[in-house]
């Protein structure tokens, strides 16, 4: 049986993007800093990374000022939660063939 | 792509999911001690009402009496006595997450900490400036009862963002709390009850579920 990879969203090729994603699905939004704190990337990988995201229109970016300090956060759209929420069955779907297999 | 790898990306993401929006770093421990000292504290109360230097306990069974009635040196050693209790449970739960933060490798001000302590802090000052109110209007006998209540509102809105377990432990303070308001003069028991053994058996539950 042919595995339906090409289910799989290729926005999702990348870990750390997936990773993202599946923080913003959990959370309204969330800040630069502490999604890379959390996920323990550098701000040039995690910045393309949201460019990336940005660019395939799944993340939603919010610049607002703390007092003096610009604060970038980032929220996931519908279109994003739509897409990651379809990998996810994607990968599901994988796993369940593999084991009949 | 191999199962294993897909394994493991499921769950790297169910990890991310929890770590991102929950606060999974308060310790069981902790729960345990405020409870601790709560016992203590209610303790040192019952012993200032009762054998206090400045002794001439209020009438309890009534739950409003009038300002001229009100023995303040003992109000004062009270709150203070509260107050300890308040601080040493802070501090402990602070240095016990904090721990416990770095070995979950949990931002401990993070996202998921910000939205816990916000949605506690709503409640609690709301209920805390309700307690100063009545304390000022003379209505003693409620003050242990809005104190559990709002307490127990506190931990149900903020048990989004931790442990369900939190949850529980916030309804059961509120019935104490009804039931406090229902039979006033004993406000001291229901809180020994409600911050000394819910604590108690909430932490030891927390610690035996996550933190071995």
Known sequence: MKIPFEKLDKAFENRVRLQIMSVLVVNERYDFNSLKE?????????????????????????KTFLGRKPNTSY???????????????ALEA???QQRTN | MEEQNLHDELASIRNLMERSSKFISLSGLSGILAGIYALIGAVAAFLLL???SCSSP???????????DYNW???????????????????????LAQRKAKRKNQPIWGEASKQLLFNMAVPLVAGGLLAVVMLLKGHIGFISSITLIFYGVALVSASNFTYKDVRYLGLLEILLGLFAAYVPGFGLYFWALG??????????VVYFKYDR
């Open chain 2, 50 to 52: 009762y054998y206090g």
């Open chain 1, 38 to 62: 959390l996920l323990d990337v550098t701000d040039g990988n995690l910045a393309s990374h949201l460019k990336g995201l940005e660019k395939e229109e799944y993340v939603k970016v919010n």
């Open chain 1, 75 to 89: 929220e996931a759209t519908e279109k994003g939660k739509t897409a990651f929420k379809a990998h996810l069955d």
């Open chain 2, 73 to 95: 040196s003992l109000i004062y050693e009270l709150l203070i006595v509260a107050a300890a209790v308040l601080m040493a449970s802070l501090a402990t739960g602070l240095i």
């Open chain 2, 195 to 204: 911050f000394g053994v819910l604590h108690i058996i909430y932490g030891s």
């Open chain 2, 58 to 68: 209020f009438i309890y069974a009534n739950s409003t009496i009038a300002l001229q």
């Open chain 1, 94 to 96: 994988l796993i369940k």
